[in-house]
């Protein structure tokens, strides 16, 4: 008699029972087999009700309700309920990634993974969000989104405790602390940790505006700056200064503010190599360079327009065309007397932006800006101090050229001769202008 297909002579059965339990034992695991091909799955699970074509594999499911892991890694110790789960899982510790992409090259450790992967080539997103309708190529990307649906941020930065709805944006908020700046700009070369700040970089670079003011109708690159701006709208301050207690709608603003304090002059003039505090000074200021090209053979000041030099000179020449007719003072310019009538009225048009103090006249507050800013001008050239106005420097020269004014009342002594004067207006009183 010819042998069977697992090549076992019936003949042989009866004087070798081994060799037919044997025999059994494979038939029926041949048996089993084929449930794979047929595709029945006789097995249920009584818990969730999966079922399954071959007992073991049901088996190996019900562990997992248990919370049975019998196969350990021996590398980290991390256990599994599935033998090829740890199979798998070893790969990644020995840096195996056996299932390859035929498009891209892109490697995987799971063929599952691979599968799933070839969705987002062919452009399949079957997983689909039941509240905003937004479809995904991977199940775990769907969970993530749905997670920021709910609230849930279950990822946290270990750095500032920063949580996140999904994994990968907390890896790239994680090169933010790092310093890791991967997103570069094609036009000027500016880096980025995200890669949604260089596309709203790119925009500026277009001119792309696409976030409006509904209140005052200003367009803006970026959303933020839009929200920025919104604050000037609803007169919101919420950054305030420690040591003069000015409030900014924006934490920029009182960062440069705050250099005034420390009297930190980072915006240097390329030209001259003056220092300023603040970017618009600067900017205020190379416009100078650029603009006013008309000089003063005198003291060297500088115009945009020639027909200024020539005004300028009245005061070299002191020729004081224009009188007050209140107090008689006399003035090289009309525009000077037009301000000093302004203190007789009481006018004080010209208002600082810092502090909010105001006066009569704008180079009053030229000079106050320059207090802001820690800007000395006038220096003085025997011992070297320096002052924020020019009439400080000459009453300053007083002591170094030992003059010594006394009072003709009281007897007192003065080295300043602004000094002196008010001094000898007190004995005098209050003037009726």
Known sequence: MESNKIGIDYKAKAGRPDIYKNTVSRNNNVNIHTHVHTGIENNECDICGKTFTLMKKLKCHADKHAGVKKH??????????????????????????????????????RKVSLKSHMDVHVGIKNHVCDICGKAFTKKTDLNSHMDMHVGFKNHKCYVCGKAFSRKGNLKDHMDVHVGIKKHVCDICGKAFTKKSDLKCHVDMHGGIKNHKCEVCGKSFTQKSHLRFHSYIHADLKNYACDICGKAFTQKSSLNVHSDIHADIKNHTCDICGKAYTQKSSLKAHSIEHACFNHKCDVCGNAFSQKGSVKSHMDIHAAIKNHICDICGRAFTKKSHLNSHMDMHVGLKNHKCDVCGKSFTERSSLRLHYNRHAGIKNHKCDVCGKAFFQKGNLKSHMDIHAGIRLECDVCGKVFTHNGSFKLHMDIHAGPRNH
Do not use: M, P, S, Y
């Open 72 to 109: 350990e890694c021996d590398i980290c110790g991390k256990a599994f309920a599935r033998k090829c789960n740890l199979q798998i899982h070893t790969n990644t510790h020995i840096g195996v990634k056996k299932f390859i992409c035929d498009v891209c090259g892109k490697a995987f450790f």
